[in-house]
């Protein structure tokens, strides 16, 4: 993934796929420059795994995260359902060490988190090392100047163009003389027709 500055990444995800959100983590911590992961809704499950790739989490203060154990769907005997397992251990130790990288928590206390399926508001989850911190409002420095595009309008401004909208609307053309004319064959001349055909 090439890039010339730094990025911010936006999530508000309930999950889904973790060898795809795998993918998206490798692509963003492969990034050369700052990865910003601001979290304004929900980062949950392999959402959750996203967001560890940033070098700065940022998470709204309605905001949740949520980490759970992998899950699959399995079928067969009893070889098949123990591979099932061995698999989603394989997996819950990969998300660990995504966890485990931006937390600095130990591995036993993510599996713990994990086992639980934890839920995290915007304060737990920086207590806890998953975010850095708390999105705030933007300062507005005191010296600043005010736009220069007003946003204030004219009532009087406002009633004109309306009226000259509806004037508009109102004007009709002056009609052609050749157009009051009546079209086609007139009254009289079918009269004259029938007379001479009696004639």
Known sequence: MGGSGDITVWINSPGGDCVAAAQIYNMLMDYPHNVTVKIDGIAASAASIIAMAGTKVL???VSMMMIHNPMTVAMGDT???????EMLGSVKDSIINAYEIKTGLSRAKLSHLMDAETWMDANKAVEL????DILKRSDVPEDMEPPAVSMLYSKAAVVNSLMDKIAAKCRTK??????SKPKGRSVDSLYERLNLLKN
Request: without cysteine.
């Open 174 to 179: 002056p009609k052609k003389i050749e157009d």
């Open 79 to 85: 070889a098949e359902m123990q591979k099932a397992i």
């Open 129 to 132: 090392g998953f975010a850095d």
């Open 59 to 61: 998470v709204s203060p």
